[in-house]
């Protein structure tokens, strides 16, 4: 299962940034080589035959080079409307990660995005994370899941 959630994230990112953003040039770590300082947590959270959380993690460069390409604005500074923005591309990058998943057995659906850190106290049965690395940057998914 752990493989198969990984691969739906991994190929969510890759077609939200393709098609969103138009970049293609998408590349998959691990987390050891992330280090950032200034970054824009987002938490989706996970109901049904699986219960968790995703949370995504934008450096601000990222996300404000992805706003501007969204929107066509120049935005210098994180805002309102940037956190929207953000927390949008993971409610969708979440969406077709349960989508691919779902089948007519198998129902889960997310929560709102919400803005900040994870509960790092839970403990879960499955737990994956990876970074992507972009032409505008990268993100990182810590994934934490449990049976229902």
Excluded: W
């Excluded at 990058?93 to 995005?113: F, R």
């Amino acid at each position: 299962m752990v493989d198969e959630l990984y691969k739906a994230f991994v190929d969510s990112t890759y077609n939200v940034f393709n098609l969103m953003f138009n970049i293609s040039d998408i590349s998959v770590h691990s987390t050891e080589n992330f280090t950032c300082d200034d970054e824009i947590d987002i938490v989706v959270g996970i109901v049904g035959e699986l219960q968790g959380e995703v949370t995504y993690r934008f450096p601000v460069a990222t996300s404000l080079s992805m706003v501007n390409i969204m929107s066509g604005m120049e935005f210098e500074d994180v805002d309102i409307f940037v956190t929207s923005a953000i927390s949008e591309v993971a409610n969708i990058i979440s969406g077709n990660v349960v989508t691919a998943l779902s089948d007519h057995t198998k129902k889960y659906d997310i929560l709102p995005p919400v803005q900040g850190k994870p509960d790092d106290s839970k403990e879960y049965e499955i737990e994956s994370s990876c970074c992507v690395s972009t032409s505008i940057g990268g993100i990182c998914l810590k994934i934490g899941l449990n049976s229902a």
